[in-house]
Each structure stands twice: as C-alpha cells, then as structure tokens.
C-alpha cells in the first residue's frame, strides 16, 4: 500500500494527544507548507460534509489538533484523562488571570500545594518562573495559550478567562 502525505497528516493528528506543528508535519510528509495547508482543508471539509464528530483545529498560527466537535465536549467528558487536574487548573487560572502574579501571593491565596503545582506547570511548559528576591514572579506561556485554545495577547487572554470562569459558575448554581 502507498501511503499518501494526506492520510499521513490525517493519521498523525489522530494518533497525537498534542497539537502538531507545520515543521513537524511537513518533517514526516516530505511536502510543504503550502501542499500541507490544503491537505488540512481538505481534511476539515471532509469532516465538516459528512457531520463527523471529530474537527481538526489550527491552534495559534502554527499548531494543528484532531479533537472531538465542542459539541461533544459534556458527553465525553468522563472519558477524558485530564494532562492537568482540577486543582493545578484553579492554580493556573489564578496566574493567568492575575499575572503577573508573585509565586508568594498564589501561595497565599491557594495554600502550600501550590508549590507542587507550580513545579507540574513549568514541567508542562505552561507558566514561566523568574525569581526576584525570595519569591517567583509567575507568566503564563504561548503553549499555555496554545494548549487551552487562548488568545496570546495578555489581555484578551485574561477576558476570555474571566468570561470562561463566569460561564462555569453560571453552570454550577
């Protein structure tokens, strides 16, 4: 069997639980950005045709995911192994929403774990942590936007957070 670069990009994006940069794909492809670009449409409109659960999304400029519709997100929920618990996520919204925040101030809100968070996120690359005196000031990264589907830009990443926060306690009440 021949393996067209299409069904490659297709296959890669499924099979990754990452978002997959162009260079990336066009590494195990061998085609270009260009011919890679219309390989995604092409894929995003078969998708979208035939009704399929499943979307590909770009992410930023340059990062591509396979992913179930939204529509899908609350009955598939349970399935879903989180990369983040529910406890580093309220400490990653924290900084995000407050960034930049002083690592002291997220302790003090948040408690001593947030230590062991802290370290969980800057594994993930998804905060960055630059000391200044007996503390860390704490930023959220381009992968955390990337990763979460954010806006890079600091304020509109912090609108889109807050109306996100708003939204969950709407569903709660």
């Keep these: 069997m021949n393996l067209e670069p299409r069904q490659i990009v297709e296959a890669a994006l499924f099979v990754s639980t990452d978002p997959i940069s162009m ?68 400490t990653l919204s924290l900084i995000a929403l407050k960034q930049p925040i002083m690592q002291a101030e997220v302790v003090k809100s948040r408690g001593p774990i947030t230590y062991v968070h802290v370290k969980d996120l800057l594994a993930k690359d998804f905060i960055t942590a630059h000391p200044t005196g007996r503390t860390k000031i704490l930023h959220t990264t381009r992968k955390f936007a990337d990763y979460f589907g954010f806006s890079p830009d600091l304020e509109e990443l912090k609108k889109e957070i807050a109306r996100q926060l708003g939204r969950a306690g709407e569903e709660s009440e």
């Design 23 to 90: 260079k990336k794909l066009e590494e195990i492809t061998g085609a270009g950005k260009g011919e890679i670009k219309r390989m995604i449409k092409e894929l995003q409109e078969i998708y979208e045709a035939r009704d399929s659960a499943v979307e590909i999304r770009r992410i930023g400029s340059d990062l591509y995911l396979m992913q179930a519709r939204e529509i899908f997100a609350a009955p598939l929920l349970g399935l879903v192994k989180p990369t983040v618990t529910q406890e580093v996520l309220k």
